[in-house]
Each structure stands twice: as C-alpha cells, then as structure tokens.
C-alpha cells in the first residue's frame, strides 16, 4: 500500500503538533535517520523527550549553536544513551512523586545501530531489565556509517565496509548479524517489533503501541543509507527498505508481552538477490565464482524468516 | 562563635557517615553500583529506601559507566543526583565524568579511594582519584568520617551554587575510613534540609514548555574552546565559593572547612602535605617532634580541585622544607600533588626545597614511624640544605638480594 493509498481519515486520526524534528539538518539526502524519526514521533501527541547516543542523527541534528529538535534533547555519549534516559525518566519519577512535574511525558531513544547492538548492548540490557519507561528505537542502517561505514553486527553478512574490506583475501564480512530482537525480546520486555520506513502505516501503529506501552518498548527499524550502501539514487531509499521487507531479509513482526505476531507477509517472498542488487557494498558478490556467497546468503534468509514464522505460529506460505 | 545547632554524636564508619549524609541532602535520583570499598553506601541508601527513610528513586545500574549516566541523565531532567564508588568502577565511569562537568552539572559522588588494577587491590590509595584529576571535577578529600559527612552536605552547596554548576567528588579512604568507626557529630535532618535548600537548575529536560537542546554537536567551527574557558572560570570560582559554605557551615556545626588545613606550621621550618587519613597519623609525629623542641608542621590539603596555588604557596613561602606525601603515582613522574605543589612554589622568593614520599600504594600500611622517617630527611634537608633524595618510598619492602 502506497502513502496516497491511506484514508485520508488515519491521517487524521495522527497527533497535530508542532514538528518535533524540523528542516535544517545535515543529514544526507535520502539519509532513512530522519525519517525514522518522524514516522516514530507520529506515535504520540504527549511531549517527549529525545536522547541520541553519538551517532549520524546526533551530529547531524544538533550543529551548535543549531538545532534541528522542537522537543527537550540530550546527547551525553556513544555507549550510555539507555542508562542516560534512564536516569532521565528517574529523574521524571522523582520529580512527580514530588509534585514538581505534573504532566505525562513520554521518553525516547534514537540510536543507530552501533550505539545500540554493539557498543551500547550493556547499557541497553541494563535499562531494559530495570523496567524503564521508555521507549528504545534503532535505527538500524547496518554499520557505523557516522564515521565512514565502518562494519557493526548489525552489518549483513557478505557486505563490505571500511574494515570488512573486499580482497583477494577477503570477500566482506564473514560473520551473520545479530538478531537484537531475539535479545531483546529475551529480556522479556512488554513490547519488541520490527518495522521499515517503507510501511509507515505499520511502523506509526508500532510506534503508537511503544508510547502506550507501561515499561520498556524496543522498535527496530531498517534505515537505508545512501553512502553506506552504495546506491546511487538517493531517492531509492524507502525502495529498497521496502525489497528488504518483499525479500523476508527484514520481516515486520512484533513481540507483544511474549506473543510473536507478524504484521505483514509478503504474498510472495521475492528473492534476496532483489534487494542485495542495487546496492554497491554487495557487489562483489554477483561477481564470477562468488554465487556460492549468493546462495548461502538465501539461505540464511529463510532460515531465519522460517523460524520467525514458526515462533509467530504462522504457517509458510511463500 | 554561636553554633546554631544541638549536638547529637555517634558512631560511625565513614560509609555509613557518607549514606546518612546522601539520606539527609534528600536527592531525587541515586544511581549507584556496588564496589568494595563503597559497596556498602549502595546498600544502606538501599535500606534506607526500603525503610521509607529516603524518597528518593534508587537506580540500580548495571555499571558504574551506567550510574554516572543516569546522574547525568537525571541532573539534566532537573534533579538532584547523587552516587558513589570507588577505583575501576571511577575508572569504568571515567568518559562520563567529562561528560558530567562539560555538561555542567551538579552531581555529586562520593568516591571511597582504592587502588587500581593490575594486580587487583582493593585497598586505599588515591590512583583512582588522581587519575580522575583533569575531568572537571571539584574533588575534596576527608582525613576521616567527620570530614567525609560534612564534605557531602558541603558539596551539594558547591556544585549547585549557580557560580559553580559543576560535580563535586568527596574522597575518603577506602577501609582505613569506610570501615572503621569512630565518633561522628551529625547535624539533626532539619537543619540539613535547611543548609542544601531546594535544587534549582538553570534548565531541565522536563521543562517540555522550553525545550532546550543538551549536549549538541560542537562541530568543526563550533565554540568548545569558549566552553571549556567557561568550564575553567566556573572551577576558579568555586575557590570562593569553597570558602563560603565552609564558613556558612562552621557557623551551624563549629567545624570549620577551608582550602586546606594548617596543622602547628606557622612557625615551622619543615613540613608535610598530605590529604585524607595519613594526616592524622602525621599530626600524632608533628605533636610529638614539637615536644622535642623539632620546627615541625603540616598542610592537609582539602580541595586538590581547584588546587589552591597561590593559598598554598602562601603558607608554605616561610619553609625551608617540604615533604610532599603522595598515595598515588604517575610512573614517570611521580607522584601528582609533588608535581603540582612543587610547581605552585615556583614564583616564591626563597623557595624551599621540596621533595616525594611515596607511600601506602594499595594499602601498605602507614605507620608513625614512617612520618618520622619522612620528618627526619626534611629536617636533615634544612639542615644540611641538600636534597639527596628527591623521590623517597616510605614502607616499601627492600629487594631480596
């Protein structure tokens, strides 16, 4: 379903306030950071507050003496942005027991995914485990882009980056990603899902559980980038999120209070091929003697989107 | 002078001085993991929590990392934050503490000094603190439990007197304090709530009315360099602002707190420096040289941030030798508070020699004797005017042969 497609009345139905993250940022064009970032704030009509861990969003959102956030934010460091709105949302407590703060106010994360499946897993588990209210949100654009496409475990397997450099001797990263929601999930948190910029109507609803929700909410969302992973058309962006979700690489499901549920399935799951193609960091796959790589990549695909859909008691179909 | 306040003494050890004093400034949010020595503060303000004595919200983190970001998380929301620990776990938190001055915020820490891995130790020296010097936080450090009880209630005055905005860490050693008792006079809950008064940050995150942005992207023409001068003004200020609520203080209590201490020097000729529990131990020799007729005295140091320069080289100025006792080293250097003191008496006329004693690293006892040892070479120095030893080691053991 295309945006215009929607019913102008679930538009409607979406919170009227002042954009929380406005024009004026550095960000790349095309760059899926921002996007993320709106289609999440469409969540909720009651004030947030935003942490950002060192990152692309981070530097490019907050240029000193400018900023790019209509809302209260605060970026401390790399590693600490859950223990950070942790204390933030402590702090929330405090002061209303006390009666100096006398409105709801939501708490949200937005990090990418080296502050959030490498170096911020402990901080993350932490505040996850202590039951903070507040909502955790990567987005995920598979390798520490912020400091020129460095590899991260989010990064897919086969891809080049910076240090996973393609050689006679190497032919990309060589390990599969981690599965954060699997992680996640296993801290046995209210709500996890999985969501793509590419269907907002999905992502919002999600986004709108995670502010409802009475304790920690995760959301994982794929976050194109045009330089990271090497396409050409910037505009291709929510394109390709979109073949990555047609292609099951990134499933949209939820966990909701330990209830796997996917909330969407492809007709058809297209082939991976599909979505690994246009993008320049998996070129070298397609390359003569490399379609083992191929291969092993499909596999690893359904491998995991099988398992998915039986935790999800859902039946295959495609 | 009129002391405001009834007396009510008991025994404490120095952790459970620092917890009453953590209950009695009544924070909004402790964040804290436990480590020996301090794990014990973790537990009492746990218990006190748990007994309806503090309400305050006790975050218990995974690390010590997450605790100083969760104070600075919760100091930017507008509350009053408070945590302590010790050693790896100060080391462990040490990019945030950056983060926590630099952000100007007004936590405040008790740190119960230990020493530094490797080998692991878990008695007191002051490695972890002097490692810590640099961060941008004013650091007071206690001879014993009293002193560690009124440096708390002080530094919430400190870090929050709208001159300073800057995180205060109170030290005080680890076991030779934090677990041993002594008699402690504590002020009555009214009067402390009275003395800290209510928090009022400049901004808050909660203000969701005036949004401001915390922490932004300095980026490659940005301003860090006039932030971190006004960092520095705001550290210069607080020299004052140590001298106020040290009198305001000794007004309510009759314990008075300045930049330092003054232990029988001003007509001594040599003399010690030293922080946290090895002055008492040194003030025992001083009293005891002084009745052999010996030009014996002592300088405690309280506040090592902002060092006190030009102070200390106007107490010191008459000296014809000093003897610098540091419980840390910069291997290279040498010890740190030596390295500082030795350059803050650089522009005084007829400066007097002054020479390390290293001592006590990872608990090695401390004992009168080695006072005398350090007392007896400053004396031969003045009087044969030569240093022959700049670096001394006071209770190492000798190498087997």
């Given at each position: 379903?295309?945006?215009?497609?929607?019913?102008?009345?679930?538009?409607?139905?979406?919170?009227?306030?002042?954009?929380?993250?406005?024009?004026?940022?550095?960000?790349?064009?095309?760059?899926?950071?921002?996007?993320?970032?709106?289609?999440?704030?469409?969540?909720?009509?009651?004030?947030?507050?935003?942490?950002?861990?060192?990152?692309?969003?981070?530097?490019?959102?907050?240029?000193?003496?400018?900023?790019?956030?209509?809302?209260?934010?605060?970026?401390?460091?790399?590693?600490?942005?859950?223990?950070?709105?942790?204390?933030?949302e402590a702090a929330y407590r405090a002061l209303s027991a006390k009666g100096k703060v006398n409105r709801e106010i939501k708490f949200v994360v937005f990090a990418g995914d080296g502050g959030t499946y490498d170096i911020g897993f402990q901080a993350l588990s932490g505040a996850l485990e202590r039951g903070h209210d507040i909502v955790y949100v990567c987005y995920d654009n598979q390798a520490y882009m912020n400091t020129g496409i460095q590899r991260s475990s989010a990064t897919p397997v086969g891809a080049w980056t910076t240090t996973t450099a393609i050689g006679t001797q190497s032919s990309g990263k060589r390990e599969y990603e981690k599965d954060i929601c699997l992680c996640v999930a296993a801290h046995r948190i209210p709500y996890v899902a999985q969501a793509s910029p590419s269907h907002p109507k999905d992502l919002i609803t999600k986004a709108?559980?995670?502010?409802?929700?009475?304790?920690?909410?995760?959301?994982?969302?794929?976050?194109?980038?045009?330089?990271?992973?090497?396409?050409?058309?910037?505009?291709?962006?929510?394109?390709?999120?979109?073949?990555?979700?047609?292609?099951?690489?990134?499933?949209?499901?939820?966990?909701?209070?330990?209830?796997?549920?996917?909330?969407?399935?492809?007709?058809?799951?297209?082939?991976?091929?599909?979505?690994?193609?246009?993008?320049?960091?998996?070129?070298?796959?397609?390359r003569e003697g490399n379609q083992s790589m191929l291969l092993e990549f499909q596999q690893e695909v359904d491998r995991r989107w099988e398992e998915l859909l039986a935790r999800c008691g859902t039946a295959s179909a495609s | 002078m009129i002391i405001k306040t009834e007396r009510k003494v008991t025994i404490f050890t120095g952790n459970q001085a620092i917890a009453e004093a953590m209950r009695q400034i009544n924070p909004d949010v402790a964040a804290v993991y436990p480590i020996t020595p301090q794990?014990?503060?973790?537990?009492?303000?746990?218990?006190?929590?748990?007994?309806?004595?503090?309400?305050?919200?006790?975050?218990?983190?995974?690390?010590?990392?997450?605790?100083?970001?969760?104070?600075?998380?919760?100091?930017?929301?507008?509350?009053?934050?408070?945590?302590?620990t010790s050693s790896q776990g100060l080391v462990y938190m040490q990019e945030v503490l950056y983060i926590a001055s630099g952000l100007r915020l007004p936590i405040v820490m008790a740190n119960v000094n230990r020493a530094l891995s490797a080998p692991i130790n878990i008695?007191?020296?002051?490695?972890?603190?002097?490692?810590?010097?640099?961060?941008?936080?004013?650091?007071?450090?206690?001879?014993?439990?009293?002193?560690?009880?009124?440096?708390?209630?002080?530094?919430?005055?400190?870090?929050?007197?709208?001159?300073?905005?800057?995180?205060?860490?109170?030290?005080?050693?680890?076991?030779?304090?934090?677990?041993?008792?002594?008699?402690?006079?504590?002020?009555?809950?009214?009067?402390?709530?009275?003395?800290?008064?209510?928090?009022?940050?400049?901004?808050?995150?909660?203000?969701?009315?005036?949004?401001?942005?915390?922490?932004?992207?300095?980026?490659?023409?940005?301003?860090?360099?006039?932030?971190?001068?006004?960092?520095?003004?705001?550290?210069?200020?607080?020299?004052?602002?140590?001298?106020?609520?040290?009198?305001?203080?000794?007004?309510?209590?009759?314990?008075?707190?300045?930049?330092?201490?003054?232990?029988?020097?001003?007509?001594?000729?040599?003399?010690?420096?030293?922080?946290?529990?090895?002055?008492?131990?040194?003030?025992?020799?001083?009293?005891?040289?002084?009745?052999?007729?010996?030009?014996?005295?002592?300088?405690?140091?309280?506040?090592?941030?902002?060092?006190?320069?030009?102070?200390?080289?106007?107490?010191?100025?008459?000296?014809?030798?000093?003897?610098?006792?540091?419980?840390?080293?910069?291997?290279?250097l040498g010890g740190p508070v030596f390295a500082e003191l030795r350059s803050a008496l650089f522009d005084v006329g007829a400066r007097p020699k002054v020479v390390s004693f290293i001592y006590g690293l990872g608990g090695r006892e401390f004992r009168p004797e080695h006072a005398r040892e350090a007392f007896s070479s400053l004396l031969d120095i003045n009087k044969t005017g030569l240093v022959n030893n700049l670096v001394s080691y006071l209770g190492i053991r000798r190498r087997q042969p």
């Open positions: 379903m295309k945006l215009k497609d929607f019913p102008r009345k679930y538009w409607e139905t979406l919170p009227r306030h002042i954009e929380p993250f406005t024009p004026g940022h550095r960000l790349c064009a095309g760059c899926g950071a921002s996007i993320v970032v709106r289609q999440v704030l469409l969540g909720t009509d009651k004030p947030v507050v935003v942490c950002c861990p060192t990152g692309c969003l981070q530097v490019s959102s907050t240029l000193y003496p400018f900023t790019s956030w209509n809302v209260p934010y605060i970026h401390s460091g790399f590693v600490n942005a859950a223990s950070t709105i942790s204390g933030v709108q559980k995670a502010f409802r929700t009475k304790g920690p909410a995760y959301l994982n969302i794929l976050s194109p980038c045009p330089p990271g992973w090497r396409y050409d058309d910037a505009s291709q962006g929510i394109k390709l999120a979109q073949l990555a979700v047609e292609t099951g690489y990134w499933p949209l499901y939820e966990v909701e209070r330990g209830i796997w549920r996917l909330t969407y399935k492809p007709d058809k799951k297209r082939p991976v091929t599909d979505w690994l193609k246009p993008q320049g960091r998996f070129s070298h796959l397609f | 794990t014990d503060i973790a537990e009492r303000l746990s218990a006190f929590v748990a007994d309806g004595l503090l309400n305050v919200v006790y975050v218990p983190v995974e690390s010590e990392h997450s605790a100083m970001s969760a104070c600075v998380g919760a100091a930017a929301a507008g509350a009053r934050a408070v945590t302590a008695h007191c020296d002051h490695s972890d603190s002097m490692g810590a010097r640099d961060s941008g936080w004013i650091q007071l450090y206690s001879e014993n439990a009293q002193e560690a009880y009124d440096n708390v209630l002080q530094a919430v005055r400190i870090a929050e007197h709208e001159d300073v905005r800057l995180p205060v860490m109170v030290n005080m050693d680890g076991f030779i304090v934090s677990h041993g008792s002594e008699v402690v006079e504590l002020l009555d809950d009214k009067y402390v709530t009275e003395f800290v008064g209510e928090y009022q940050p400049a901004f808050s995150l909660l203000d969701v009315e005036h949004t401001v942005t915390i922490g932004p992207f300095d980026g490659l023409h940005g301003h860090f360099f006039e932030h971190k001068k006004a960092q520095i003004e705001a550290m210069d200020r607080a020299r004052g602002v140590i001298l106020d609520v040290g009198k305001e203080f000794a007004s309510l209590t009759g314990r008075s707190y300045g930049l330092f201490e003054e232990y029988r020097l001003a007509d001594a000729e040599v003399a010690v420096v030293v922080l946290n529990s090895a002055a008492g131990t040194c003030k025992i020799v001083v009293d005891e040289l002084r009745e052999q007729g010996l030009p014996v005295g002592l300088l405690k140091l309280r506040v090592f941030r902002p060092f006190p320069s030009a102070e200390m080289a106007d107490a010191l100025r008459n000296l014809k030798a000093i003897g610098v006792l540091d419980r840390s080293v910069s291997p290279g």
